[in-house]
């Protein structure tokens, strides 16, 4: 029962551009969602998160933006660089439930 | 602070056999949790233990077993192993429970390969 979707397994941007990672969720009861960013043969390491309560979360580069209504979130990276050519996963839990999903990922490359 | 360690980081087992790998988590963390990595279907969580107890548990089969010492180091085992069970695994260590808020780190992983 896969909860957490990231529908596009890759994405390709220019260097300099905007790359946008999109996630969808089925599950109305998720409360707090987070970002991963996975380089090859390194375990995935944190990248930004959001709570329920917000619509909107920035630091630096990264901005993730959630839509509850629409079960969606995306992370937005601005200017996208070649190093943040990784896997990104996104991921869902609720503060009641220890169980946190992940989606598939979506391989982001970045070209100089 | 030394990171998530992970042993062994490549295991190559045969169908049948079981194993049993190993995570040691930052110090002073309490929470850690598996996950079973695949190609399409990312990362599937199996179980989480925090002060020695499982407190919850994903959709694998009973194969899939784990526990936690008294200084927090948890051993994943998986008996009777089956070719599809070759993945990459995973383990997160936080603070307090991860599905709590608790920001994971996790190690680099184990790749195991079954024949």
């Known amino acids: 029962d896969q909860q957490v979707k990231q529908n596009s397994p890759s994405l390709s941007v220019q260097e300099g551009r905007i790359s946008i990672l999109n996630c969808d969720y089925t599950?109305?009861?998720?409360?707090?969602f987070l970002w991963y960013k996975k380089y090859p043969a390194e375990g995935p390491t944190f990248l930004i998160s959001i709570s329920s309560i917000k619509d909107k979360n920035e630091d630096g580069r990264f901005t993730v933006f959630l839509n509850k209504s629409a079960k969606h979130l995306s992370l937005h990276i601005v200017p996208s660089q070649p190093g943040d050519s990784a896997v990104y996963f996104c991921a869902a839990s609720t503060y009641n439930n220890n169980d946190m999903r992940f989606g598939a990922g979506t391989r982001l490359t970045v070209k100089p | 602070k030394a990171g998530v360690t992970q042993t062994p980081r490549y295991l190559i087992k045969t169908r049948g056999q079981q194993v049993t790998l190993s995570c040691s988590p930052i110090s002073g963390h309490r929470s850690v949790s598996w996950y079973q990595q695949t190609p399409g279907q990312g990362l599937q969580f199996l179980f989480e233990?925090?002060?020695?107890?499982?407190?919850n548990k994903g959709n694998f089969p009973g194969r899939f077993s784990g526990r936690q010492f008294s200084n927090s180091r948890s051993e994943m085992n998986v008996s009777t192993l089956e070719l599809g069970d070759s993945a990459l695994y995973l383990c997160a260590s936080s603070l307090a429970l991860a599905g709590g808020g608790d920001t994971q780190y996790f190690g680099p992983g184990t790749r195991l390969t079954v024949l």
């Open positions: 599950n109305s009861m998720f409360d707090y």
């Open positions: 233990y925090f002060s020695e107890t499982q407190r």
